[in-house]
């Protein structure tokens, strides 16, 4: 590791790199997304506008609310929904409304900040107390707060678009909702206190090819607002308070980081064909339509995942058919002739929809999600595998179900499938009828009966990250115990080669969607371990491919063999790294600086 | 004008469940009714205010209720808050 503090003067606190490169800015630091509000004095002309703007952001929220309530009231019963009751008696309230109105009026404060000053003072109080109930009640107004408050904004300042051109955004931890909806602002980096390297944090950074460290602890503490930072996504790293002699360290690291990156791209349309001629696909992930043109341009040759989850978590509805169809036809019409693979939508563990989380589980991950959770929604399931196969009329589109744990559920699966169709011819739309259909193998004993699932399916995407999670038992989002989650622990290993055996006994075509497959060191493995494709983040596209095209796969092959005797995931590890140092210099010296 | 020193029943203080209860009943009546706790008062119709309230330490809590119901309004707020919920 690079010592910083023998380079000059500088305050570094270490976290977990999420995504490589270096960006020098000012820091922005998220209370859990609640808007960054100034005090503003408003001219007095403007006061009765003001006072207005408010009772709509306060009619429009509580109507917000109310649905969700209902839509609670429905999926969980009277009882579960009341917590709503509280929320809603907040916006009712006399002290929040009164108290803001009279701000506005007396001290001609803007509806923003007079509802914050308004709030603050009570949730100060609160937030003193010692009692642990009250202290999470801080937690329920604050986040009313915030609801008005990206009302109050939006209207006015399109949210953050007013803010510091670049920044770089420190949170305590990002959720998906968070990511989602920051896609369009100026953001040039991510710092975390919380989160592991497959933390939505840090996946969405990769997506948009901005450095990110997360699990940095108490990053959101000592930084101060606008302060102006490093975060070094290369070696894992926020750096602040620093001098001359560190930031020219950084300005010439970030420069040959840069360059390095501007070579890939060069070859970055060549197929990844090995010297001893065996192609493989390399595609890219997406989160949301717009990265589409960002997986293109790196060469990607079609999306091996499409997440949809997003339009589901981001809006206030569930999206209808025909939103849902939109959004996939105009991915599938871009990537044409390239295939793109849809995957349902995987709701449940950490990420709900309007319609709303169900009471708290124990063990999210182990719960409700995936197609499980589809199941249980066939209506849903439906709507959405009609808007996916419409979209197959324009393009090649594979649909491909997530969580899969038995051939129970692969089986109802493809019957409501079917009934889609049946709708679709019914109603006349056109469709592929003969779209793929395959599955992510995520589970462990999906691994295990990968035989049986290639009777029943056309193709497997191999979900490394989730496997991982599930096959070692460990929660790769808490970083007191992401230092487990080791992707060439052996047995991960052995349930890939399975599944992969299993996919070339019966002719399914296999691919690897997870973040082992943008893992430049995995890429060895992957390839001698015989996948077909591998799908990753679209910035490091060309980097994979041009390490498919400067082995063989005679050595693959050997590598990946020598690699599954191996009786653990750190003698592995220095394995491919000892052969990657001598193979790949160039990467090494800018990837991984040790 | 009517004042009456209480004290909270519930160890948990005013949770936020209670404090609704809490704001929901004042609602039910006309007159003003205030609630002191150490140096604070706040409006018993205000759940931030009950909520803000019960953040604060110490269990007596001062009604003064003033309005055309205020004896029944004193009755039903010092009941409630004298008497262990759930």
């Known amino acids: 590791m690079v010592d910083i503090k023998a380079i000059g003067q500088a305050e570094v606190l270490e976290g977990i790199p999420a995504s490589p490169g270096i960006v020098i800015g000012r820091a922005f630091v998220l209370d859990t997304m609640r808007p960054h509000v100034e005090e503003e004095e408003i001219p007095a002309e403007h006061i009765d506008a003001e006072v207005e703007s408010f009772e709509r952001a306060i009619a429009e929220t509580t109507r917000e609310l109310e649905r969700l309530r209902s839509g609670l009231v429905e999926s969980l019963g009277e009882e579960q929904a009341r917590i709503f009751d509280a929320h809603l008696m907040i916006l009712k309230d006399s002290m929040v409304v009164n108290g803001t109105i009279q701000r506005i009026r007396d001290e001609r404060q803007s509806a923003a900040f007079a509802l914050t000053e308004t709030i603050g003072r009570v949730t100060n109080v609160m937030e003193r107390t010692e009692d642990e109930y009250l202290r999470e009640r801080v937690f329920d107004i604050k986040d009313i707060e915030r609801r008005l408050l990206l009302r109050l904004l939006g209207r006015k300042h399109k949210t953050l678009h007013h803010l510091d051109d670049d920044v770089i955004v420190l949170a305590h931890e990002l959720a998906a909702t968070h990511t989602a909806s920051m896609h369009e602002e100026r953001v040039t980096g991510f710092a975390t206190d919380l989160g592991g390297r497959t933390s939505h944090a840090a996946i969405m950074a990769r997506s948009l090819q901005i450095p990110a460290v997360v699990g940095l602890h108490e990053a959101t503490e000592v930084i101060r607002q606008g302060e102006t930072i490093i975060v070094d996504g290369t070696l894992g790293l926020l750096v602040y308070r620093y001098d001359q002699a560190v930031l020219d360290y950084y300005l010439e690291r970030k420069r040959k980081h840069e360059e390095f990156e501007r070579d890939l791209l060069v070859d970055k349309d060549a197929p990844a064909v090995t010297v001893d001629g065996r192609r493989f696909e390399v595609a890219a992930n997406i989160e949301i339509p717009d990265e589409v043109r960002s997986a293109m341009s790196h060469g990607a040759e079609g999306i091996g995942l499409f997440r949809t989850e997003y339009l589901f978590i981001t809006g206030d509805e569930i999206p209808t058919e025909d939103e849902q169809y939109e959004a996939y036809r105009g991915v599938v019409s871009l990537v044409s002739p390239a295939t793109v693979v849809v995957r349902t939508v995987d709701l449940g563990g950490d990420k709900f929809g309007p319609m709303g989380a169900p009471e708290p589980e124990a063990n999210p991950f182990l719960g409700w999600r995936g197609i499980r959770y589809s199941l249980s929604q066939p209506r849903l399931l439906l709507r959405q595998l009609r808007a996916i196969l419409r979209a197959s009329a324009h393009g090649n589109v594979k649909i ?30 056109e469709f592929d009828a003969d779209v793929p259909l395959g599955v992510m193998i995520e589970t462990p004993a999906a691994a295990m009966i990968a035989e049986e699932l ?21 929660d790769r989002g808490n970083d007191r115990v992401a230092y487990l989650y080791d992707t060439f622990h052996p047995a991960v290993l052995r349930l890939l080669e399975r599944t992969v055996r299993a996919a070339r006994k019966h002719r399914r075509w296999v691919g690897i969607c997870g973040e082992m497959a943008g893992d430049p060191l995995s890429t060895l493995l992957l390839v001698g371990l015989g996948v077909d494709e591998l799908s990753t983040v679209p910035a490091v596209v060309p980097e994979i491919k041009s390490i498919i095209r400067s082995t063989s796969y005679a050595y693959a092959r050997r590598v990946a063999a020598k690699a599954l005797k191996m009786k653990t995931g750190s003698e592995v590890r220095r394995y491919l790294e000892q052969i990657f140092r001598v193979k790949f210099p160039e990467i090494s010296e800018t990837e991984m600086i040790t | 004008m009517k004042e009456r020193a209480v004290v909270l029943a519930s160890k948990h203080g005013l949770h936020a469940r209670p404090a609704a209860e809490l704001v929901r009943l004042a609602g039910r009546f006309k007159s003003d009714i205030k609630l002191t706790k150490d140096d604070i008062t706040v409006d018993a119709k205000s759940i931030m205010g009950v909520m803000m309230l019960a953040a604060e330490c110490g269990s007596e809590v001062v009604i003064t209720v003033e309005g055309s119901d205020e004896d029944e309004a004193m009755a039903a707020v010092a009941e409630f808050l004298e008497t262990e919920s759930e």
């Open chain 1, 400 to 429: 491909m179900l997530p969580m899969i744990s038995s051939l129970h559920e692969v089986r109802d699966a493809k019957q409501v499938v079917e009934a889609a169709k049946q709708e679709l011819r019914a109603r006349g739309e």
């Open chain 1, 454 to 474: 290639a009777h029943e399916v056309d193709f497997f995407s191999i979900g490394s990250n989730d496997l991982v999670q599930y096959a070692l038992a460990v």
